[in-house]
């Protein structure tokens, strides 16, 4: 939906072929019909990326039908707004397990492919909120706040390997 869609559609623009993956067939379908007009590679493959699973089948799946990972895009989030008080456990840990876990667990699957590319580039798609900070959003911003950390980190750690690592962080969507 919304930014990774639009990512995807950009992307297969300037003939990059493409794993897409998300929960939803019929926006998977949508969106590589969009990115079809192209003449690139579009697989599509309906996951959680919750699942611990979810990572190594996604690379897995990439190396079967592509060969090689040259970009990662770790665009799936969560949001809601609830104040500190009413927000329950149960909701920190889904934010902190889509915002924040995923994509260290698809960095840990994905690195050893593009440190094998000899050049890659790794986007963490992060918010504003994951600098500023915002009302009633806690445990969204600890889990943007985290994904900067994060960033900030892998970049330093993979540019002997040169692989650049960056976040985009935009407002509302």
């Excluded at 889990?143 to 935009?170: D, Y």
Aim: charged fraction near 20%.
């Amino acid at each position: 939906r919304g930014i990774g869609k639009a990512i995807a559609i950009r992307l297969a623009s300037k003939g990059v072929n493409l794993l897409v993956t998300g929960r939803s067939v019929d926006k998977l379908c949508e969106i590589c019909n969009l990115a079809g007009q192209y003449e690139v590679k579009i697989h599509s493959l309906v996951a959680d990326i919750k699942d611990p699973e979810t990572p190594a089948m996604l690379m897995d799946d990439l190396m079967q039908h592509f060969g090689k990972l040259d970009y990662l895009i770790n665009n799936a989030g969560a949001a809601f707004s609830k104040s500190f008080e009413n927000t329950t456990p149960e909701d920190w840990d889904y934010l902190m397990n889509v915002n924040a876990k995923a994509p260290y667990f698809v960095c840990r699957e994905a690195i050893p492919l593009l440190k094998e590319s000899q050049s890659g580039s790794i986007v963490n798609i992060s918010s504003v909120v994951g600098r500023l900070g915002y009302e009633v959003q806690s445990a969204y911003s600890a889990s943007k706040h985290a994904l900067m950390g994060f960033t900030k980190v892998l970049a330093k750690e993979l540019k002997p390997f040169n692989i650049r690592v960056h976040a985009v962080a935009p407002g509302g969507v």
